[in-house]
């Protein structure tokens, strides 16, 4: 039982990433159980083992975004105890995130998701999560003194996310043309002067 509930979870994580691919690729008018199905390879059919066909699809892809966000912060705490080394790499893990999986926006903002109330809610569940968890990292960062005390730690988690958002866009449009790597590493150096008491600021590297 444990296997075959071990197999549906890497089956329905299969199904999400290739749903994601193909928003990325062709849009939501390209999303259906044969493409997956296809991309996937496997035969149309066995979807329905594991997802509830195309919206059991779109709400996989919603929930392995939402998972996604949650992993990159669990992975920046396991790779340093720095509050603010943390914030700078969860920024670098969150736009490699998306440049992996460039479906991501075009599925989170679209008619299918703000329409359906439920999605709605389950997203915005997500995403207050993860501002959640980004806020907690500054008040760490506080705490150890790195961050000024006086800034509120949720305005500051939105200010993080606002680094990532218009970037994207950019870079979506742009064809990959906008560099999103090196708009992180400048946009955190923007980010550290706001936040960062002076005589806690890391030394520029040269």
Known sequence: MAREKLQTQIRQEQIARAALKIVARDGLHGLNVAA???EV???PSAIYRHVEGRAGVVDAALGLVGEGLRTNVDAVRKLTHDPLER???LLDRHLVFLMENPGIPRLVFSEEVSSDPQ???AMYGSIRSYLGAVAELVRE???SGQIRAGLDADTVSRMFLGLI????ILWQLSDGEFDLMEHGM???EVLVVALVETESRPAKAG
């Open 36 to 38: 997956v199905a296809k």
């Open 41 to 43: 390879g496997i035969v």
């Open 87 to 89: 914030l700078r790499l």
């Open 119 to 121: 999605r709605r809610r």
């Open 141 to 143: 960062a506080q705490a």
């Open 165 to 168: 958002q218009p970037a994207v």
């Open 186 to 188: 400048q946009a955190w």
